[in-house]
């Protein structure tokens, strides 16, 4: 279950990254922020994910 979580939490920063990169290509900046807000919290997902686990 721990993998799982792992990579649904790194699949939720690439799609993040790839909002922001998006965004800056289209000048959006709503697309950005969106793909900002993803990345803090897939990360904040991964961290909690981890700090349960132990």
Do not use: C, N, T, W
């Amino acid at each position: 279950m721990k993998y799982v979580l792992a990579v649904v939490a790194l699949l939720g920063v690439a799609l993040g990254v790839a909002g922001v990169v998006l965004g800056e290509a289209d000048d959006s900046p709503g697309l950005q922020l969106l793909g900002v807000v993803l990345v803090v919290g897939a990360i904040a997902f991964g961290v909690r994910a981890v700090r349960r686990s132990r």
